[in-house]
């Protein structure tokens, strides 16, 4: 069983930054790719950014030239730099793990954005 844990989320306002963390624990675990998705208010959950074991980076196109998504395999931690943050940056951000047999979530971390 792998639980991942968030942090970082909170209130900025328009043009700041917030850098979330998450971090996966557990027992004789293989974390492949790893990554962030949101939910705003009535909308579908999305992917924001995912990062593979190797360091491959995918990004979505609202979120290009802003937010950067990093890893540290050696603590099985995963980051999301968000700069530059707008209104519609506001979500409850889930960290995604994919591992050997089943993927797994983070409970969510708020991101408000604004003035």
């Known amino acids: 069983q792998v639980q991942l844990v968030e942090s970082g989320g909170g209130l900025v306002q328009p043009g700041e930054s917030l850098r979330l963390s998450c971090a996966a624990s557990g027992s004789r675990f293989t974390i492949n790719t790893m990554g962030w998705y949101r939910q705003g208010p009535g909308q579908q959950r999305e992917l924001v950014a995912a990062i593979t074991s190797g360091g491959i980076t995918n990004y979505a196109n609202s979120v290009k030239g802003r937010f950067t998504i990093s890893r540290d395999n050696a603590k099985n931690t995963v980051y999301l730099q968000m700069n530059s943050l707008k209104p519609e940056d506001t979500a409850v951000y889930y960290c995604?793990?994919?591992?050997?047999?089943?993927?797994?979530w983070g409970q969510g971390t708020q991101v408000t954005v604004s003035s």
């Open positions: 995604h793990a994919v591992g050997l047999i089943r993927n797994y």
